[in-house]
């Protein structure tokens, strides 16, 4: 690592955060190490376990300067089981590079790394061919064409650069920070600060003698001697010192890497993903609730009525059962045994409203106006977990007992085609006179009239039937009865 570089005033930077994500061993953290000029928070595989293990754990925080851009490369693990971290950085960050490694081309986690930043709408990407010293010129150009032709069906378009570099060799270093550079100033462009200050905690720590520290990311900015809210917490907290870049500070703009020294707070309350923010009302617990959802086209499998499923809101990932439905025309939601992409695109075709209940473990405080992103995690890793994102449409008390109707279809038979010039006989749709009774005035299907009336003692019931209807003995007749369910926590639906 070369010799720091010596920041003035922070106040002359503008601040860009780049996630490297792809496979495990792809190479992300040893591009990182080329490219580093300062170490922070958990760099370069700083972590215990990642030296005896081989592979990045945490997310990493290492950063150059180029001009007046302050870059900081947000280094998250590649391996599967850590994924959570891979969502949680790309929370944070203002563009992506995506690493492949040469010899092994796109892998699993790679396409499951795109899809979560195509969900989370991060479209400022450039792609990393990384080990170019190990593969053929041949390979490489053989590869490069496939990866244009994978980008067409992406967010990402085709035109996104792509690089070819060798972290062992430092081979294409210079071209790859000068095109960081490119995306930094396309990228900052865009950026827009909230209208209040938030920051998602990703590391807190106890220094002796000064205090709580947690690190994180502004969204807003802060500054020293604010009075802040930590959530879940709801507790007040003091800003005692705040730190850029090992520097004290006394205002942290928007989109910063930051650390601070809060007062009113002990270190054992908190955990990744607690919220510091000057507005805790902007921020909603969340149990129960009905999202508005869109699936990934790359997943093609289905996800089921009643499922456990996994949401990543905010840098928390967490469990909960999802419960899909349709609105009918009578604006009644109507469940949905199984959703997958081909059935969103089928109703948005014909501009159905759908939409889901989200039924959490556990509650869960959240920002309304925040994309979740969906996944299945229990699944194997060696095929796309991640499925879809979702917005909260609306959060319902526990005990609003949400209602979905579904639809159960009986059976009937054409017992008698002419009992009178204007009726037929139908048998099976009931078992008992009693049962008969119940469905007077019902319709049933093909279209025949209403139930009129019932026919002796066993639950055959006299049908209206249209003019001019040709119908015979032992015809089907359909009988739609909606049922209410009343969703549930616990219940299994599976
Ligand atoms: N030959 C060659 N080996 C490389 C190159 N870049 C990285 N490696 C090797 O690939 C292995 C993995 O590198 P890392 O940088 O740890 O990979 P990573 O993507 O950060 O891995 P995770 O963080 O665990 O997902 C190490 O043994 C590196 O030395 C390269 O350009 N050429
Ligand atoms: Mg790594």
């Known amino acids: 690592v070369k010799a720091k570089p010596h920041i003035k005033d922070i106040t002359n930077y503008r601040s860009f955060l780049v996630g490297l994500v792809g496979h495990v061993d792809s190479g992300k953290t040893a591009i990182v190490r080329q490219l580093t000029d300062i170490v922070s928070t958990a760099g370069l595989d700083a972590h215990p376990q990642s030296k005896e293990r081989g592979i990045t754990i945490d997310l ?67 792609f990393v061919i990384n080990k170019i010293d190990v593969v053929s010129r041949e390979r490489i150009q053989v590869f490069r064409e496939q990866l244009v032709k994978l980008l067409q069906n992406t967010k990402f378009g085709t035109k996104c650069p792509i690089i070819e570099v060798s ?98 707070i002990e270190v054992n309350q908190l955990t990744r993903g607690d919220i ?59 469940l949905v045994e199984e959703v997958n992409f081909q059935k969103i695109a089928g109703w948005k075709k014909e501009n159905i409203r759908y939409g889901a209940f989200l039924w959490f473990q556990e509650s869960h405080y959240a920002l309304l106006e925040e994309l979740m992103v969906l996944s299945q995690l229990d699944v ?12 909260i449409q609306s959060i319902l008390p526990l005990d609003s007992n949400p209602e979905i109707f579904s639809i159960k279809t009986k059976t009937g038979f054409i017992k008698n085609p002419n009992y009178s010039e204007t009726s037929i006989l139908v048998s099976d749709l009931a078992q008992s006179k009693d049962g008969a009774k119940t469905l007077i005035n019902k319709h049933v299907e093909p279209p025949f009239g209403k139930i009129i009336n019932i026919f002796g003692g066993k639950g055959v019931v006299i049908v209206e039937k249209p003019d001019k209807l040709s119908c015979e003995v032992g015809d089907p007749v359909l009988l739609r009865i909606p049922r209410s369910m009343k969703i549930r926590k616990t219940t299994s639906y599976n």
Not at 276 to 281: E, I
Not at 380 to 391: D, E, I, M, V
């Open 60 to 126: 990493g925080f290492t950063s150059f300067i180029e001009e007046h851009l302050l870059i900081t490369l947000v280094d998250a693990p590649g391996h599967a089981d850590l994924i959570r971290s891979v969502v949680a950085s790309a929370r944070i960050i203002d563009a992506a590079i995506v690493v492949i490694d040469a010899k092994e081309g796109i892998q699993v986690q790679t396409a499951e790394h795109m899809i979560i930043l195509e969900l989370l709408n991060i479209t400022s990407v450039l």
């Open 380 to 391: 194997p890793p060696s095929t796309l977990r991640f499925f879809g994102s979702a917005l």
């Open 276 to 334: 510091v923010t000057s507005q805790p009302t902007r921020f909603e617990k969340v149990e129960l609730c009905e999202i508005k959802y869109d699936f990934s086209q790359h997943f093609q499998k289905i996800v089921r009525f009643g499922s456990q499923i996994n949401v990543s809101l905010g840098m928390v990932t967490t469990s909960a059962r999802f419960f899909p439905f349709f609105y009918d025309n009578h604006h009644v939601r109507m």
């Open 167 to 264: 972290a062992k060799e430092s081979i294409g270093i210079e071209s790859l920070k000068h095109e960081i550079v490119k995306l930094a100033k396309n990228t900052l462009q865009l950026k827009i600060a909230p209208d209040f200050f938030w920051f998602p905690i990703d590391h807190h720590f106890q220094i002796k003698g000064v205090g709580v520290v947690v690190t994180g990311t502004t969204q807003g900015s802060f500054s020293l001697g604010d009075k802040l809210f930590v959530i879940p917490h709801q507790v007040e907290v003091k800003v005692k010192n705040a730190q850029v870049y090992h520097q004290n500070v006394p205002r942290v703009p928007h989109g910063f890497r930051a650390g601070m020294v809060l007062s009113g």
